[in-house]
T-cell receptor, first 114, second 119 residues
Framework: GEDVEQSLFLSVREGDSSVINCTYTDSSSTYLYWYKQEPGAGLQLLTY?????DMKQDQRLTVLLNKKDKHLSLRIADTQTGDSAIYFC??????????????FGQGTELSVKP | GAGVSQTPSNKVTEKGKYVELRCDPI?????LYWYRQSLGQGPEFLIY????????DSGLPNDRFFAVRPEGSVSTLKIQRTERGDSAVYLC?????????????????FGPGTRLTVL
């Protein structure tokens, strides 16, 4: 089956690093994504990683993928108050089988305190 | 506008009524997805269109839910005999890439959603 799990809340101080964790169950996942959702706004794609990669860095964002443990993490360096939002991990199933639908976790609410 | 738009932004209806939710995808995007997001949860897949046809409707919860995309652009999600449990934010997303194409990130662009409240 398909399931994506995340911790619900994370609170950090401005300037610290944030690490948001996610576990998934579908070993055939091809892409894994991190989306950001701010109040009143649509889901915004932050970054993604292909399943044959271990790490991807994009400015302040670092994504780590452990395929053996089916564990994905998002690290935000120098977290700012503007990073406060809900972060969703999502997996995309095997190509040609699932039409590209995304399976989302329940979201981690990141609170950044000044 | 350049993004995905959804109308209405808010819809309040009474139990048992029929509702239609509209999605305007990004121009030229062939793939269109509907998701439902309940309070405190992540989006949950409902249905996916490639062009005019529903390629995967496995996420529709029951036969009260139906969606169309007659000309391959605008899509309408239709809910009959609404129930209080249907209350949620309904999200639409579109993508320019066929899901069968390997080696690309397959980004789905999401609209702001329609908040449906069934009283």
């Amino acid at each position: 089956g398909e399931d994506v799990e995340q911790s619900l809340f994370l609170s950090v101080r401005e300037g610290d690093s944030s690490v948001i964790n996610c576990t998934y169950t579908d070993s055939s996942s091809t892409y894994l994504y991190w989306y950001k959702q701010e109040p009143g706004a649509g889901l915004q794609l932050l970054t993604y990683i292909f399943s044959n990669m271990d790490m991807k860095q994009d400015q302040r964002l670092t994504v780590l993928l452990n395929k053996k443990d089916k564990h994905l993490s998002l690290r935000i360096a120098d977290t700012q108050t503007g990073d406060s939002a809900i972060y969703f991990c999502a997996e995309r199933g095997k190509l040609n089988n699932q039409g590209g639908k995304l399976i989302f976790g329940q979201g981690t609410e990141l609170s950044v305190k000044p | 506008g350049a993004g995905v738009s959804q109308t209405p932004s808010n819809k309040v209806t009474e139990k048992g009524k029929y509702v239609e939710l509209r999605c305007d995808p990004i121009s030229g995007h062939t793939a269109l997805y509907w998701y439902r997001q309940s309070l405190g949860q992540g989006p949950e897949f409902l249905i996916y269109f490639q062009g005019t046809g529903a390629a995967d409707d496995s996420g529709l919860p029951n036969d009260r839910f139906f969606a169309v995309r007659p000309e391959g652009s605008v899509s309408t999600l239709k809910i009959q005999r609404t129930e209080r449990g249907d209350s949620a934010v309904y999200l639409c997303a579109s993508s320019s890439v066929s899901p069968g194409l390997a080696g690309v990130k397959h980004e789905q662009f999401f609209g702001p959603g329609t908040r449906l409240t069934v009283l």
